[in-house]
């Protein structure tokens, strides 16, 4: 049996129907979204996501950090 889930599919209404149909099976089942709206992103947390990440957002973080790690000054 599955311990976690993960959706990361760009169709926000196959996310939805997906994450609808995992709750439903198996409510305790921990799911990770992968999201492309702040509208998405507050929807997977209000539906008890155990974690929702904008893709964009988490792209933009991680370039940032690669930078600032990269040329940080002596």
């Not at 999201?35 to 974690?51: I, M, N, P, R, V």
Request: glycine share 2%; proline share 5%.
């Amino acid at each position: 049996r599955a311990e976690l889930a993960v959706i990361a599919t760009p169709n926000a209404e196959e996310a939805r129907r997906i994450f609808e149909l995992l709750k439903e099976a198996r409510p305790s089942l921990p799911v990770v979204v992968r999201t492309h709206s702040d509208e998405e992103l507050e929807h997977f947390q209000k539906q008890g996501a155990a974690l929702a990440l904008m893709a964009e957002k988490q792209l933009a973080l991680a370039m940032s950090q690669y930078v600032i790690t990269r040329y940080r000054s002596p």
